[in-house]
C-alpha cells in the first residue's frame, strides 16, 4: 500500500469514525509483534492501539467453537497444506479489496480454528509448495464466494502497510509448515483478486524471510511476487526450490533489482523481465471433494455434508489475480498481474 492510499483511507477514517485521531504510527509495528504462541499465547486482539488514523482492529485473535461461523470476525490465519490454509478476505459481500484490506478476516478450508470457511466449490485450482525457505499457495477461486465483487482485482496484505499496522490490522499467521510445531510467521503476503489467490509464509527461522515474503511490490502481483506453476482445475502439492527474491532477476548474469514506480507516474504498463518459476518436485495430485470436506454452502449455512461437489476441469486462461501471461506457455496460468489488471486495480488503489 502506498502513501496516495493512506491520505485516502485517512479521510475515510475520519469520515466515518469521526474519532479524535491523534497520530498514525503504532507504538509497536504488526511485524513486529513476534511472541505469540498458538494456541493459548494469543491476546484477545493484537492491534490495541486506539486513536490512530485508521481505526481500531476490525477482529480478533482468540477465535474458538464461539466464533466458528461464517460472521467470524477472527483475523488469526493459517497455512499448513494443501488440505489446511486460509485466505484474507473482507467481512462483508461484494466488498473491494482495495477499501477493506485493513478489515479482512480469514477464510480457511478446515473447521476448528474459529474461523470462517472458504465456501465449498470457490475453490477451483490450488497448488501448495514447500520450499527450503517458505510454504506457499497459489489457486483460483470463485472470488464472490468470499464476498469479493466478482471483477475485483484486488490487492496485497501484508504485517506492514503503510502505517504499519499490517493489512488487516492485528492479522496474525501460523503455520506447522516448518518444523512441524506452531510457529507465528513474520513475514508473509497474500495477493488476493482477479478470481485467484496467492499466500507465502517465509520461515522466521530463516534469515531471508522479510525478501522471499517481500511486501513492497503490491502493484506486480502473485507473477512476480510468487512466480508458480498453479493450473486452474488442478489440485497438488509439490516440493520446490526457493524463488528469486521478489524484483531480483537476471539478465545475462547479471543480477538486477526492479523498483516499482510511484503511483504518481501512472499505470505500470511493461515490465522488464518475466519472474522465474522454481523448479519442482514430488508433485502429488488430489481430488477437491477427498480434500476439502467440510466446507459450507455458497450460502453460509453451514452444511458439513459432501465436501466439493465438482472438480473443475476447465483449461487455464491468461486471466488470474491480475494475470501476467508471459511466463507460462499454454496450461499453466501465471497468476499475476497483466496490464488491464494493473490499470483497475491502480484505480481502485487511487479512489
Ligand atoms: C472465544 O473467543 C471469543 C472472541 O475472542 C472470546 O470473547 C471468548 O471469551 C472465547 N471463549 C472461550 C470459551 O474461550
Ligand atoms: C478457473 O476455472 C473455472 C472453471 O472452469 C472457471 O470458471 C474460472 O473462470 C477459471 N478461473 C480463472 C481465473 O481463469
Ligand atoms: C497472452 O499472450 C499471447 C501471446 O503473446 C497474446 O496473444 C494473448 O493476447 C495474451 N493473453 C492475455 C490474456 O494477455
Known sequence: ??????????????????????????????????????????????DTDTGLIRGQQAGYNQCNSTTENQ????????????????????????????NVEGEMVAWCTKPGRGTRLIPDGALQGVQFMKTPDYVQVVGFIDQEKINMQPDDYGGEMDPHGADLRGNPMGGIIFSQGFNGQWTQVVEWHNFMGGNAFCLKACDPSKPDDKHYCEHRLDRIGCAYNAPNAARNGTFESCDGDNQDFPGVYTVNGAVMTYSQPPEALGPITTMPYTARVPASSNCVQHTSAVIYTALPGATGSASSSGGSSSRPTGSATGSAAGASNTSNSGTKVSVGIGMASLISMITALLV
Open 1 to 46: 500500500m502506498a502513501l496516495a492510499k493512506l491520505v485516502g483511507l485517512a479521510t475515510f477514517a475520519v469520515a466515518v469514525a469521526n474519532a479524535q485521531v491523534t497520530g498514525t504510527y503504532p507504538a509497536t509495528p504488526l511485524a513486529s509483534k513476534t511472541g505469540y504462541t498458538y494456541p493459548t499465547g494469543i491476546p484477545y486482539k493484537v
Open 71 to 98: 460472521d467470524s470476525l477472527c483475523q488469526t490465519s493459517f497455512i499448513n497444506g494443501i488440505d489446511d490454509f486460509c485466505l484474507w478476505a473482507p467481512i462483508e459481500p461484494n466488498s473491494v479489496v482495495g
